[in-house]
């Protein structure tokens, strides 16, 4: 990492040495004023570029598999919780930083009531609110009536196949953790809070305590240890086990972002069934390519290598069914951050465990020599294929800009000592040239934008028909709710102990965990996956629109470059590589594009008129009640069914509606906000990177011509600051050839 990013800071130092060069330029009395206005801009953006490229590596696994041990390993330190298991903030990132340093981002008071409204659909006994108005969790009497109802509910309401229910857990962390951020939350806003060296540790109260994390919208943590360069983000993400399926989607989010993934499994679990789940979800979005795999190991779970080796050679045979020849890799996370502290650092038994652990000589050094393959996997993944490959781009980009600048330099110096007619042939020569040029301008930029519009039509089709209520993903959603099937014979009890209204809230919470569950491990990705082939969709539109284009430009600076030999004059410096577009990130970061989140389709449950739910069911059970009265037991349980099953075909109805509306409302954001705009923005990406190839020939020489012919100018002044400027670019062109050879050669 330390290699590359020293040849990042090359290429900003040569980025900045030819930004001085346009500087002297403009210095030079009368001819540079306004020379290399549209080329500073260039290096302004490259700049820009460089430094803001943020290369992604998101670390994921179930809960409990040693994601965050992992993470404090690479930067040799306890800086985030380790054991936090389900608690753990969604997504903790963490950059390399001057100072240790944590920003915590929390959400509004808006967010959080309308987090507490949807938990509270069909929520049991409505008697509980004395106000018919919007829950306020800023309102002390909301406060009291939510706890007191949260405490009189049944254990089989609070707790559903042996585990606590999502949403009684989200409502009473907020509850709980209230007082210690009622200072902190803005009503509509996002606030944020900070926490510097002094007072880092106090952030793993918020990422570990599950009153405190409910109230996060992020983490972002600023390390000053490790060997991980400071374009690197690491991203510790929530267990993809955990309970709650919009952890799930909100992860997804940010793989979408990553450029590698680290996926870390267990050995003492091996690969288990929600794994599976989630990697075949990642393989689903396209981006299980970007994936390689780390089976964490404890070494008091294994007696032997051989032990392990039976493990990850299991592990590695279940990877292959969802991945061919999947890219693993075995260590241990913990032996690897107690390695990296001093004695004076780890506790007593954390010493003996280091001690011990050493003594076992073939795991440890097993884990050793897995660690350093590792290391190398990511060098070579991050810098070497993606990271060299960016800068190189860079480095072409500057080397044209430069050819340029000598290009100008040449042809000024030679207009400073010729006659009327000497200067007369070169500007025509150049004149006839720059109409051309205008022409092919104008051409591609018509051409571009028909283009444009052309794939835009396509495209709207594309996402109306991948969206359409009948045949597209909304309708798999509707089918799924549909086609659900409530055991009704497990909730006659809880009708006989609990009542109607907290049956239906039984029942609900089953069809909603079943629903998010699908629509997180089933309709996201196909969203994802459909979005990414568009993505691809509109660059490879381009691309073939733009390539004879390409193949015109470098004839035209073919051309131009023979006038300038018949004129005496050096040639500029064409690049012979084919048109390459920045990366897709870079054009969406650039055009502030953003892939709306998955999460927002499910959110269906704000909508749904649990009123009118209630009334149906509530109804026919009082009703069936009536009828059945004096009937037998077995037929008042059947009646009592009966009227459930009513409850619950209004349910899955108003359940469809919302999803209905919520598909409607993403289809229109995606195709009008996302991917139309990606079209727009591709397309003047193209257009520039093709017009920017022109930015080497010399077009306006009006004003040296007119002072060299009235005799205003001091010829060999203006000359010696010319060659001043020819020395600079010989040095940056050295330096350049320098860099690419490094960076070839890496």
């Given at each position: 990492m330390d290699k590359y990013h020293s040849f990042k800071q090359e290429l900003l130092q040569i980025n900045q040495d030819i930004s001085s060069l346009f500087l002297s330029a403009g210095n030079i009395p009368g001819i540079g004023e306004y020379a290399f206005h549209n080329q500073d801009t260039v290096c302004d953006k490259i700049r820009e570029q460089i430094s803001g490229e943020m290369l992604k590596i998101a670390v994921a696994g179930p809960i409990k598999s040693g994601k965050s041990t992992f993470v404090n390993a690479l930067f040799k330190g306890d800086y985030l919780k380790r054991g936090a298991g389900v608690i753990t903030s969604i997504v903790t990132r963490i950059h390399r930083g001057e100072n240790l340093k944590a920003y915590l981002w929390f959400k509004s008071w808006n967010k959080v009531n309308s987090d507490i409204e949807k938990a509270m659909v069909l929520f049991p006994s409505s008697q509980w609110r004395s106000e018919k108005d919007s829950f306020d969790i800023c309102r002390e009497k909301d406060r009291k009536e939510l706890s007191l109802a949260l405490e009189s509910l049944s254990s089989d309401l609070l707790i559903t196949n042996d585990t606590r229910s999502v949403n009684s857990v989200l409502l009473s962390s907020y509850i709980k953790g209230y007082d210690r951020v009622k200072d902190i939350i803005l009503k509509d806003k996002t606030a944020a809070l900070n926490f510097d060296a002094d007072k880092f540790e106090e952030h793993k109260e918020f990422a570990g305590d599950d009153s405190l994390a409910v109230y996060l919208n992020d983490i972002q943590l600023e390390i000053n240890s490790g060997h991980i360069d400071s374009n690197i983000e690491i991203a510790d993400c929530q267990g993809s086990d955990s309970p709650n399926p919009l952890h799930l989607a909100m992860i997804q989010d940010y793989l979408l972002l990553t450029h590698l993934i680290v996926y870390v499994i267990s050995s003492r679990t091996g690969l288990r069934q929600?794994?599976?789940?989630?990697?075949?979800?990642?393989?689903?979005?396209?981006?299980?390519?970007?994936?390689?795999?780390?089976?964490?190991?404890?070494?008091?779970?294994?007696?032997?290598?051989?032990?392990?080796?039976?493990?990850?050679?299991?592990?590695?045979?279940?990877?292959?069914?969802?991945?061919?020849?999947?890219?693993?890799?075995?260590?241990?996370?913990?032996?690897?951050?107690?390695?990296?502290?001093?004695?004076?650092?780890?506790?007593?038994?954390?010493?003996?465990?280091?001690?011990?652990?050493?003594?076992?000589?073939?795991?440890?050094?097993?884990?050793?020599?897995?660690?350093?393959?590792?290391?190398?996997?990511?060098?070579?993944?991050?810098?070497?294929?993606?990271?060299?490959?960016?800068?190189?781009?860079?480095?072409?980009?500057?080397?044209?800009?430069?050819?340029?600048?000598?290009?100008?330099?040449?042809?000024?110096?030679?207009?400073?000592?010729?006659?009327?007619?000497?200067?007369?042939?070169?500007?025509?020569?150049?004149?006839?040239?720059?109409?051309?040029?205008?022409?092919?301008?104008?051409?591609?930029?018509?051409?571009?934008?028909?283009?444009?519009?052309?794939?835009?039509?396509?495209?709207?089709?594309?996402?109306?028909?991948?969206?359409?209520?009948?045949?597209?993903?909304?309708?798999?959603?509707?089918?799924?709710?549909?086609?659900?099937?409530?055991?009704?014979?497990?909730?006659?009890?809880?009708?006989?102990?609990?009542?109607?209204?907290?049956?239906?809230?039984?029942?609900?919470?089953?069809?909603?965990?079943?629903?998010?569950a699908y629509m997180a491990e089933s309709a996201t990705p196909d969203i994802i996956r459909f979005v990414r082939d568009t993505e691809q969709k509109i660059i490879e539109h381009f691309e073939t629109i733009a390539g004879p284009y390409d193949t015109m430009v470098r004839e035209a600076l073919d051309e131009y470059n023979s006038t300038m030999k018949i004129l005496g004059i050096p040639p500029v410096e064409i690049s012979r590589k084919n048109i390459s577009l920045p990366d897709i990130s870079s054009i969406k970061n650039n055009a502030g594009l953003k892939f709306p989140s998955g999460s927002n389709i499910m959110n269906y449950s704000a909508s749904i008129k649990t009123d009118a739910v209630m009334r149906l069911g509530f109804y026919r059970f009082i009703l069936f009640v009536k009828k059945l009265i004096k009937k037998p037991e077995q037929e008042k349980n059947k009646g009592e069914i009966m009227a459930l099953k009513g409850g619950v075909a209004r349910l899955k109805q108003e359940t469809e509606k919302s999803v209905n509306f919520l598909f409607k409302d993403y289809r229109e954001n995606i195709k009008y906000q996302y991917i139309l705009k990606l079209a727009d923005a591709v397309s003047n990406s193209f257009n520039k990177s093709l017009a920017e190839q022109f930015e080497s020939y010399v077009t306006d020489l009006s004003q040296i011509a007119e002072l060299v012919k009235e005799k205003r100018i001091n010829k060999d002044q203006t000359s010696s600051d010319l060659k001043n400027i020819l020395n600079g670019c010989q040095d940056v062109n050295k330096k350049i050839n320098t860099l690419k050879q490094k960076i070839e050669t890496s």
């Open positions: 929600a794994d599976i789940k989630f990697l075949s979800a990642i393989k689903k979005m396209g981006i299980i390519e970007n994936t390689i795999f780390l089976i964490n190991f404890d070494f008091s779970e294994h007696d032997s290598i051989n032990d392990l080796n039976r493990v990850v050679h299991m592990v590695k045979e279940e990877l292959a069914m969802i991945i061919p020849e999947p890219d693993v890799y075995t260590l241990s996370a913990l032996f690897n951050l107690f390695k990296s502290k001093t004695r004076d650092d780890l506790t007593i038994k954390d010493n003996l465990r280091l001690a011990q652990w050493k003594g076992e000589i073939a795991l440890s050094e097993f884990s050793n020599q897995e660690t350093e393959r590792f290391e190398n996997a990511i060098h070579q993944k991050l810098t070497k294929e993606r990271y060299a490959l960016l800068l190189a781009n860079h480095l072409e980009r500057l080397r044209v800009i430069n050819s340029g600048i000598e290009h100008w330099v040449t042809i000024n110096n030679d207009i400073l000592f010729k006659d009327a007619f000497g200067i007369n042939e070169i500007l025509e020569g150049i004149k006839i040239h720059e109409k051309k040029t205008q022409k092919i301008k104008n051409l591609i930029k018509n051409t571009l934008d028909g283009a444009a519009h052309k794939i835009k039509q396509s495209l709207r089709n594309d996402v109306d028909g991948f969206f359409d209520n009948r045949s597209g993903i909304p309708a798999q959603v509707i089918s799924f709710i549909k086609n659900y099937n409530v055991a009704y014979n497990e909730f006659e009890n809880h009708l006989k102990s609990s009542g109607f209204s907290n049956v239906m809230y039984l029942v609900f919470q089953d069809i909603r965990k079943a629903l998010d």
